[in-house]
């Protein structure tokens, strides 16, 4: 028989995990990715950008980080050099077709909106169904359709397509003398030739994530307080000075299973719902002794950076911000080298920002959107079908069953959109659940009972996180939705020796090694 052919779009982590299992399982995947090399979001970056969380928590369960990596927090290099190691070592890069761009995908086999089973027949090959992948190689400028049994979407939601706030019109970019731009076309640059552009500009950024930060340290580094860049951002995220409060990693806080057995968890049953009503106290407790370690380590009150709600709703919506070498940041906001404004609403005039609510003008040359992607419409304008993009897209939240599989299109699937703490290893746990499902090892449930768990999990991301929650973030409950998988898949969910061990230390990759 022949291997059935899995198209995989993306070769960033997700699409190498997803190679690789594919591999593993004996199909026949072939990777499409328009860039000229693996490594997907971390391909180009700020020259500052590291990794956010220790390497310990961010590595394949099968590939260690080499011993030659000594830093806690890789630089971007490292890890990209990490993940062509990967490539090489499971030999993903003959199955990798690099600049080539997926220009759309088309479903040609029966379909109905009424199956009561994924696929019509619960069979993740049913006799009858194919995908068409256009495909254009950025080199030759051919395009080739190739026809496969299945598609894997790995292209993430942080990159390709900016988040532009929208203005009305004349208020916009459009009414700026300087240059706006968003962080992408910042990242892209060489970057000596990054410094040299903010070089000697009074530098906006509206945005205070990762990238906003980071973005601000440069231009602060560039030009210290004779040109100070402003950052314009709507609200405060917790920031972690380090990952070890009082010398205790920070994962036995949020990412062991006790910490899970305190907070309400999707399709937990009737004694887990009371034990966490009960211990929700408890929760709330260690909440506030790490938001006390903070505003400790860091002068968050001075500078009026005390977010507004608690940390466990940033660690559940995946928005807590490591903030490497602290204090040089602080010294440099201290020194008016980078300035802070607050805002819900800005405009643009003629000569920089204007900010709505006090009608304060904030001069700059050139303003840098830090502002995020806009994954879910790359993911819809993948699909030829007008039908498709609606089902994938047309709510606040993607819609995916194990945040892998839409139970209305079929033989398809989805790594890597859901946010975690420590993406990769969740990219691994579900490129393992995918190859999984196609060897047959097991079958999905009915479309119904899918769309049921899609819904409990909804509530509970809309409970939890609030107005992220379109960001599909497990953020806290990485335990409880990896047991799934596992249960699925037939392996033991409790990975550790012993139930003190299972039930207090913290969770990673290498304790998901496939072992019975």
Known sequence: MDKKQVAIVGAGISGLLACKYCLSKGFNPIVFDFEADVGGVWLKTIKTTRLQEPKASYQFSDFPWPESVVDHFPTQQQVLEYLRSYATHFDLMPHINLQTRVQGISYDGPWSEKWSLWNGTGETFPSEGKWNVTVTDTQSSTTQVYVVDFVILCMGRFKDVPNIPQFPTGKGPEAFRGKAMHSMEYAAMDHDEAAAFVKGKKVGIVGFGKTGLDIARECSSANGP?????????????????????????????????????????????????????????????????????KKKLPLAKFDMVPQHSISKDTRSCLILYMPDSNNFFEAVDQKCIKLKKSQSFSFY???????????????????????????????????????????????????????????????????????????????????????????????????????????????????????????????????????????????????????????????????????
């Not at 993948?382 to 995916?400: D, K, M, Y």
């Not at 037939?490 to 061990?501: D, I, Q, S």
């Open 226 to 294: 004779e040109h100070p860049c402003t950052i314009v951002y709507r609200r405060d995220h917790w920031k972690l000075p380090d990952w070890a409060p009082w010398g205790i990693p920070f994962a036995y806080f949020y990412s062991n299973r006790f910490s899970e057995l305190l907070v309400h968890k999707p399709g937990e049953g009737f004694l887990l719902s009371v034990l966490a009503t009960l211990l929700s106290p408890l929760h709330w407790g260690v909440s506030k002794i790490v938001e006390s370690y903070i």
């Open 350 to 516: 003629e000569n920089g920002i204007f900010i709505d609510e006090d009608n304060t003008q904030i001069e700059a040359d050139l303003v840098i959107f830090a502002t995020g992607f806009r994954g879910e419409d790359k993911l819809k304008h993948i699909f030829e079908s007008s039908t498709f993009q609606h089902l994938i897209a047309g709510s606040p939240r993607v819609p995916l069953y194990r945040e892998c599989i839409h139970p209305r299109i079929p033989q398809l699937a989805v790594i890597g959109f859901s946010e975690s703490l420590s993406n990769i290893y969740t990219s691994e746990m579900r490129a393992k659940w995918v190859a999984a499902l196609l060897e047959g090892a097991f079958k999905l449930p009915s479309v119904n009972e899918m769309q049921k768990d899609i819904a409990r999990w909804d509530e509970y991301m809309k409970q939890s996180t609030g107005e992220y929650h379109y960001r599909s973030s497990i953020g806290g409950l990485e335990i409880w939705y990896n047991d799934q998988l596992c249960r699925d898949m037939g392996m033991n969910p409790l990975r550790k020796n012993g139930l003190l061990a299972n039930l207090f230390e913290p969770y990673g990759p290498m304790d998901y090694c496939m072992k019975p």
